[in-house]
């Protein structure tokens, strides 16, 4: 696919804004300002925004856990992102979910959770609704690669198919579950496992912008006229722990730097200034994306702590 270099300047733009968003969520965890864990998704810029990119906005997403870039790559705009993630009025469910919970009903952004493998079975919930309704909309479920070890993932996608239901499901595979490498707790891939059950399944270099978007302008354009289940798995890899503050020493540093060296915004980046984009035009849109971000810092601290009774209200 001939990927227009407006659209790919859009992907720039959307990639580095999701991940400034990570790096200022991080701070503001240090600074005690954020309540309880967060899991970040510095890294997997590539699957979010290219799996988001050929959605339209009655399109519907399954964010996972780590979900942040999924969520910004829909449409939600950052400060009522941030805002919630610490607990504020102004959130975007008024600071009552935090950081795993996130939903947003104008954007059909159906909620994500913090149980692993619970978009499962209400991704088929959903896609049952889509088809009963007539709807020529299809939903994205995006999941980690150790969730594909929960028996509902077998169960989801065997409705899926057998249903033939409008769902795109999207692995997000960093390579590990946690802290434990992927290998160490299956014998098949991911992919290969979506295979057995008749589901049409490929894969994708998820640091690879490109790559990811046009594979899913066709999974997407499939689901949609076939009214039938699909699954991209997008190898990729997270830069932080598995939780914000886990330090421990399951991968070594020379894994990460080998993975650093594949980052997904550097590498949008070359390929547009071999396309004769100006390095001045990049830059514009870093100062863009640090501004949008100072404003939704400050918007975000300075809202209204939610409350107990708030949490009550209907």
């Known amino acids: 696919m001939d990927i227009q270099t407006d659209l790919l300047l859009q992907f720039f733009e959307k990639m580095l804004l999701i991940r400034r968003f990570e790096e200022t969520t991080y701070d503001l965890s240090k600074r005690g300002i954020v309540p309880g864990s967060v899991h970040l998704c510095s890294g997997e810029e590539g699957p979010a925004v290219g799996a988001c990119a050929p959605l339209g906005q009655a399109d519907c997403i399954l964010p996972t856990h780590r979900g942040h870039g999924q969520v910004l790559a829909k449409g939600a705009e950052p400060k009522y992102v941030l805002a919630e993630i ?20 104008e954007l059909n952004i159906m909620g994500s959770n913090g149980i692993v493998g619970a978009q ?41 198919t057998l249903w033939n239901l409008p769902i795109i499901y999207v692995c997000v595979n960093n390579l590990y579950g946690m802290g434990t490498r992927y290998e160490n707790t299956s014998n ?35 689901a ?6 699909a699954l991209l798995e997008c190898y990729t890899y997270r830069y932080m722990g598995h939780s914000a503050f886990d330090q ?25 200034l071999e396309q004769n984009v100006d390095a001045a035009t990049l830059d514009g849109i870093r100062k863009h994306v640090d501004e949008v971000m100072e404003e939704a810092e400050k918007f975000a601290v300075e809202s209204e702590c939610s409350t107990f009774e708030a949490a009550m209200e209907q």
């Not at 790559?211 to 354009?221: C, H, I, P, R, S």
């Not at 949609?224 to 289940?229: A, C, D, L, R, V």
């Open 86 to 105: 610490i607990g504020r009025k102004t959130g975007i469910c008024q600071g009552r979910v935090g950081s795993m919970h996130l939903f947003d009903k």
């Open 120 to 160: 499962f079975p209400l991704s088929v919930g959903l896609g049952l609704g889509l088809k009963l309704q007539e709807l020529d909309n299809c939903l994205v479920c995006f999941f980690g690669d150790g969730a594909s070890n929960q028996g509902v993932f077998y169960e989801a996608l065997n409705l899926a």
């Open 188 to 222: 098949a891939q991911v992919h290969e496992k979506a295979k057995a059950l008749k589901v049409h399944a490929e894969t994708v270099d998820g640091n690879d912008i490109e790559a990811v978007y046009a594979k899913m302008t066709e999974l997407v354009g499939m």
């Open 224 to 229: 949609k006229t076939e009214k039938k289940p």
């Open 248 to 272: 421990r020493p399951y991968r070594s540093k020379e894994e990460i730097e080998k993975w650093k060296k594949l980052d997904p915004i550097t590498r949008l980046e070359t390929r547009l």
